[in-house]
Every structure is written in C-alpha cells, then in structure tokens.
C-alpha cells in the first residue's frame, strides 16, 4: 500500500518554494537522510533534467523526479513535498507544479508495485485533483490512501 512508503516523515507541505531546484532538494531531503539515495542521486536528477529538459513533469502540477538506480539509490522509497503556491519546472505544458513525488527505486518487484500505485493515484482523477488541492499533511493522506 502507498502509505507504507510515504508515511508522515516523507511527506512535507510548504506555501511556496523560489525555484525547482530546490523543490527537488526539499523533496529528496527525508530519503537523503533517511539512506535511501545519496547525494550523487540528486545531482544525477539536476544532470537529466539539463540534458533532456523536465522529462519528469509528468502531468499538470505533478513531478516525479527521479534517477537511475545506479546513481545512488540505495533502497525503494517515495517522499511527497506538496507546494501551495506551485513552482515552475520550465514545463510549458504542465507548471506550475504543486505535487513533487521523489521515487527511488533500487531494484525489485517492489519498486514496480510502487509505482503501480503511483500510476492508480494519478489515473484517478478525483484523487489526483484532491492531492494536487491537498493543504496539510491529513489531506495529503486522505488524498494518496
């Protein structure tokens, strides 16, 4: 189940952010500190997202940044920062964004029922709308579980 990888220390919800870069650092931080990725995880996101544009902005308001499990995943995990005011990821089609998934996958079937799950939020439009309108942590949960 979703909630048993993004429990309430992976979910975080601010008012506003100044630029993507940060949204991405802000949302990588409790998997950082927490083991699941190292920091040449975060830069291998910067790297891809220099190179082949927001790839990851995968629907109007959602990102789901993440790198190959070569560099720096550690273990399968998610983190969730929700941003009231959204921020801009240069995705003409899909800013600003208010809901940045950070998915590291190591390797495993779990990682694929992760995102499975993922891909059950986002196809279900109530769920999507009301997470993407989330304003706190209870509404976060209410919204993904």
């Known amino acids: ?7 309430s220390d992976k979910i975080k919800a601010i008012d506003s952010i ?4 940060n949204a991405v650092l802000l949302s990588a ?6 083991g699941y990725v190292t920091s040449n995880y975060i830069e291998a996101i910067f ?4 190179e082949l544009g927001p790839y990851y902005v995968l629907a109007p308001g959602l ?7 070569e560099q720096g ?3 399968n995990g998610l983190s969730l920062l929700h941003i009231r005011d959204g921020v801009s ?4 089609e899909n800013d600003p964004v208010y809901v940045v998934i950070m998915l590291c996958a190591h390797s495993g079937d ?13 196809s279900d439009e109530d769920k999507l709308s009301r997470l993407l309108k989330a304003a706190d942590l209870n509404a976060i949960q209410a919204a993904i579980n």
């Open 89 to 92: 990821f240069s995705s003409d």
């Open 110 to 122: 779990e990682h694929i029922t992760m995102i499975t799950e993922l891909a059950e939020i986002f």
């Open 1 to 7: 189940m979703i909630s048993d990888w993004l429990t």
């Open 18 to 21: 100044d630029n993507w870069k």
């Open 47 to 50: 790297k891809s997202h220099e």
């Open 63 to 69: 990102a789901m940044p993440h790198a190959r499990p």
């Open 73 to 75: 995943a550690i273990k």
């Open 29 to 34: 931080e409790p998997l950082l500190t927490q």
